[in-house]
């Protein structure tokens, strides 16, 4: 179905750098990349996910604006202010609620909320001014833009509803149903622009001169290498160029934060008698200077040493307990070297290590799979695939096997491919259920299979019935097309009753009997009404969820009064 935006802008929001690309939603024209940080000097893809706000709570900077307006902060005024950067991953493995709290670099504290939707409001007017100033046109309401967010695809069905939330408190969206904003899959996205980019779009030439769009049944993994999460899945290319996962998104809190945390870690090591601790507390923004320059070392760094600048103030404070050469006596794949720190390349390796080690790890059971034994690729993207170290690995480990592809500008594989798929949203044919899913129900009470302690009676006490059962609608790792529909039809367990609640949950076994067994999780709810009683217990309620999209998408039809309205299954309140 063509849609009737008049653009899609697709924001790749990343726990450690965020941008945005935009297209006509026609699909005509090229897919325009802006770049970031030109009054600092920089040309770079994405800007810092950093955001700053001041002592009000007002918001203040985001991105490369944010970093050197809370470096330039004197230490005496820095602690007032509210300065948030990898806060995307607190919406990974924990739960997400729309009241949740997140803890500035300094120890305050603000909504979730308010800092997420406040960096959605920037990136928005952004887009918003960039494209008036490139086209001449100003888009005057939100019925010309398609938005697209994309997202670690496995990231939870909460996390995904509260980044819904947020856009539309940063005005994306006028309500939480609308069309006008896409939730996409960041693995999903990356696959969208590596399938149709030719050979010499990739760093590494391929085996075949052919895009991997015009060759049905090509089998391949997509490896996410994002800040903060690592994210995998395996597609096929369908006759129709559409693609067909076949294995279930998988992967980890394994980005490229945890060689910066490791490089943290070892400066605390070598700089001991309570310097770094000092260091820490009293120059935060030194600090974050020193760790944002290497961040971009880590990705730039060739096979030999790297030279680390050592700033002013640790040098200071280093030298107020001995002479700061003394410090690198001992260590192992380091040295003092007229102001800078030199890393020896495999000291620098052994940062990556624990990252490069689950990565590989969890690659390696993948392909142990039966379902994708004819995968032929393994395709590296995300910022952190700019590591010439991460590749190394990658490859020492895969390539007799793979052939191992990193498409240039990886860091601007997934916004790209996200504006594909907010042309086309029906590019992603079918999706692997992540985990069995099902909601709770009841049924007449059979004492031969059902639990005494589950019995229950009707108000009229008329109708002996058993609570608390679980009904499967999808089961884990099945293949789910995109416009299947799930049905469930209810019938009212009281003649008086106006409205059900629907209670869904989710678990990893196969199926289950009650929804308090272990394993099993509530993920959310929602009211449907059943205004008209006339025909009492003889009512039927029909309702109508579609798993295979990005968002769980739920239609309640009173088969009475034959009326039908979107369900929004609330996943931020329980």
Known sequence: ????????????????????????????????????????????????????????????????????????LPSSEAHKWYFFQNFKMNLYSTKVTSSMKLEATNGKMLPALTVFSESLRYMKEHALSTIQNASFQTVYDHTEVTWVITVPAIWSAAARQFMRLAAKEAGLISDMFSEKLIIALEPEAASLWCKQLPQEGFMADSSDNKKFEDSPGIQYVVVDCGG????????????????????????????????????????????????????????????????????????????????????????RVAEGKKAISHFFKKVKGAEWCDGTIMITYEKMKSFFASSTKKIIGALKEILRKPEVSKVQYILLVGGFASSVILRDEICQAFSKKYHILCPIEPQAAVAKGAVLYGVNPQVVASRISAQTYGIKVTRKFDPAIHDLCKRRVSKCGDYVYCADLFKKLVGIEESVNINEVVHYTFYPTEPDQTSTCFSFYCTEKQDAQYVDEEGLELLGSCRVPMPDTKLGKGRKLKLEIKFGLTEFKATGTDITSNQSQSVMIDFLGV
């Open 1 to 72: 179905m063509a849609n009737p935006s008049l653009f899609v802008i697709a924001i790749d929001f990343g726990t450690s750098y965020s941008g945005y690309c935009f297209s006509l939603a026609s699909g005509a024209g090229q897919i325009r990349q802006v770049f970031w940080g030109a009054e600092h000097g920089l040309r770079t893809p994405k800007t810092p996910t950093c955001i700053l706000f001041n002592e009000k709570q007002e918001f203040r900077k985001f991105g490369y604006d944010a970093v050197m307006k809370y470096k330039s």
């Open 228 to 315: 903060g999460t690592i994210d995998m899945t395996v597609h096929e290319i369908q006759e129709n160029h559409c693609l067909k996962e076949l294995h279930k998104a998988s992967g980890g809190g394994w980005g490229g934060n945890t060689v910066d945390d490791n490089f943290s870690a070892f400066l605390k090591e070598v700089f001991s008698d309570d310097v770094w601790d000092e260091y820490v507390k009293s120059h935060p923004t030194e600090l974050q200077q020193m760790m944002y320059n290497f961040s971009l070392q880590k990705c730039s760094a060739s096979r030999e040493e790297v030279y680390i600048h050592c700033y002013y103030n640790l040098t």
